[in-house]
């Protein structure tokens, strides 16, 4: 018996290092990815496997098969191609055609006309629009976010919520499965007991086994009786407020109030991730009535992309409208570790010779990731990219613009965990009343703020310089 347990030990290492290696192969449509999960499961033969099962598998889209979403495998699994050639509302400008096409190849939404936006800095602006909004609800509320913090702001709206659910209003929370950690006090606990009806999505946990850590959920959305919705890259949290953050540090950020058809498409949004996350489908078979008054001048388009049949379909998106820009792109991200495909892109069209300005910030809450970033400027500012870096406080805004009539707004950031790892969702706006405003908010963060030169990112020393490749070495999981 002593003499075959480690034999019998080391045949099960090398049967899981076989298994894992040959799933990674088979699985993983980037070869440098797959590559790496080869080696490590195959030199790690104990720990490499147990990370390949905690980081490596795409879970999602197991659990969209066993609640029945057929409709959620990528296309080559079910020899099916992208749509082309549908059908354009009549009020978009010709000279748009092209950009609103490609949109229309990679969303399942069409593009509506008829909506009114209306963008929203930091909490002070944000957070009363949504508590007002939840105050006079009377059919039905469902909110999705990655953080939903109980301090002060997180507070009032577990009591909004709850005391919408005492209304009788239809009230569902869907909170990311780790986002929900965050917090010492978690608000889902608070929000249960008042009972109002909450999901984790993808909650990692032992028993059962789910082991889903870097598969989350980034939404975050408000809909609040299909009349007005919320959408951004803002968490229910007190930091967002930036003349008062609390014990956190200041946040500034960017939200957004829309009306109109594309409430439609962001509720649809809604269910497909809650019933991804396990919940009950059912109150979202029909929907509350919408405000026929609304009468905006926006085109607009709802954007899902994740891990599933919509995985890259965000870069595909950023890439070709960089193609198609004319005279200005501008991009806000509080994270810049874009893919080989984006930088190209932005070279290209730096290149055209349309301007390109990417803000970022000064100061990053995750001093790892603004040393990646250093490490990897070079290759935009070589060919004329502009970079600027904001003032404090740090900035979570997240904006991206083409010429003065083309916006893309939403929760995604231009960093692999967001347009490789997260479910993330963003929104079309074909309107220059709603873009020209947004290009003058960020040339305003350009005036307060500096350029970066590419003599500032040669002249780091070697420490630094080490310090940043090393931290750049790790973007991939960054």
């Known amino acids: 018996m ?21 799933h990674a192969l088979m699985y993983k449509r980037d070869p440098k990815g797959a590559f790496g999960w080869i080696a490590v499961c195959l030199l790690l033969p104990l720990g490499g496997p147990i990370l390949y099962l905690l980081f490596g598998l795409n879970r999602s889209r197991d659990r969209a098969r066993r609640l029945g979403f057929d409709r959620l495998r990528v296309g080559f699994e079910r020899g099916q191609a992208i749509a082309r050639g549908s059908i354009l509302p009549d009020p978009l400008d010709p000279a748009h055609q092209r950009l609103a096409q490609i949109g229309q190849a990679l969303s399942r939404y069409p593009l509506v006309p008829g909506n009114q936006i209306r963008s929203l800095r930091n909490g002070e602006l944000a957070f009363p629009a949504m508590l007002d909004a939840i105050g006079k609800a009377r059919d039905e509320i469902l909110l999705s976010t990655y953080l939903f913090d109980f301090d002060e ?210 100061e990053s809450n995750l001093r790892f990731v603004h040393w990646a970033t250093r490490n990897l400027l070079w290759e935009v500012l070589f060919y004329g990219v502009r970079v600027h870096y904001q003032p404090p406080p740090f900035d979570h805004g997240k904006l991206f613009t083409v010429d003065a009539d083309y916006a893309l707004i939403g929760s995604a950031n231009l960093d692999p965990r967001s347009l490789r790892l997260n479910f993330e969702l963003q929104v079309e706006i074909f309107d220059s009343q709603q873009v020209r405003p947004l290009i003058k908010l960020m040339d305003q963060r350009i005036t307060a703020g500096r350029a970066v030169t590419l003599e500032e990112v040669d002249n780091r020393s070697l420490p630094v310089r080490f310090r940043d490749s090393l931290c750049w070495l790790f973007k991939p999981y960054l």
């Not at 002593?2 to 076989?18: C, M, V």
């Open 2 to 22: 002593t003499l075959t347990s480690p034999y019998l030990a080391g045949s099960l290492l090398a049967f899981l290092a076989a298994v894992t290696s040959i």
């Open 153 to 362: 702001i997180g507070q009032q709206f577990v009591q909004a919520l709850a005391d919408a659910r005492r209304r009788g209003v239809d009230c569902r929370v869907l909170i990311d499965g780790v986002g929900d950690w965050y917090s010492l006090r978690r608000s889902s606990v608070a929000l249960r007991r008042a009972g109002v009806e909450v999901c984790r999505f993808l909650p990692p946990r032992l028993l059962p086994p789910c082991l889903s850590i870097n598969l989350r959920s980034h939404h975050k959305l408000l809909l609040v009786d299909s009349q007005v919705g919320f959408t951004g890259g803002m968490n229910i949290s007190q930091r967002h407020c930036v003349a008062n953050p609390g014990k956190h540090r200041a946040t500034a950020d960017l939200h957004f109030s829309l009306r109109g058809p594309v409430m439609a498409q962001l509720r649809d949004a809604f269910w497909r991730s809650w019933a991804l996350a396990g919940g009950s489908t059912t109150a979202g078979e029909s929907s509350p009535a919408s405000d026929d008054r609304v009468d905006g001048d926006s085109l607009c388009r709802t954007m899902t992309d994740g891990p599933n049949e919509d995985l890259d379909r965000l870069t595909m998106l950023l890439c070709a409208a960089l193609s198609e820009a004319r005279q200005r792109v501008c991009i806000m991200t509080p994270y810049f570790l874009p893919g080989r495909e984006l930088i190209t892109a932005l070279q290209s069209a730096a290149i055209r010779g349309v301007q390109v300005d990417i803000v970022l910030p000064a």
